[in-house]
Nanobody, 120 residues
Framework: QVQLVESGGGLVQAGGSLRLSCAAS????????MGWYRQAPGKQRELVAV???????TYADSVKGRFTISRDNAKNTVYLQMNSLTPEDTAVYYC??????????????WGKGTLVTISS
């Protein structure tokens, strides 16, 4: 099992910034990717940003240029720096850790989520 501990959510005004952190522990081997997803009220969970094992990053179009994902390999921690926040960024943000098992199947682990609220 993989345990994920998220932090950094909160309430900020539009135009402000927040930094989310997610630390992974447990069976953190055969790492494939780690990142952030979000789910707004009444909407499906969507990808925000992911960093793959080779360092490649992927962003949702809606956050490109505003959000930056980074990973500290020594700490098994991923960060999401969010700038120029808008009310449309309001959501519960979930950390995701993806690894492969002995059969090379991808396994996904999720954090409990951290609420980000942007006021207008």
């Amino acid at each position: 099992q993989v345990q994920l501990v998220e932090s950094g959510g909160g309430l900020v005004q539009a135009g402000g910034s927040l930094r989310l952190s997610c630390a992974a522990s447990g069976s953190i081997f055969s790492f494939n990717a780690m990142g952030w997803y979000r789910q707004a009220p009444g909407k499906q969970r969507e990808l925000v940003a992911v960093v793959a094992s080779g360092g490649t990053t992927t962003y949702a179009d809606s956050v490109k240029g505003r959000f930056t994902i980074s990973r500290d390999n020594a700490k098994n921690t991923v960060y999401l720096q969010m700038n120029s926040l808008t009310p449309e960024d309001t959501a519960v943000y979930y950390c995701n850790y993806q690894r492969r098992n002995l059969y090379s199947q991808l396994l996904d682990y999720w954090g409990k989520g951290t609420l980000v609220t942007i006021s207008s």
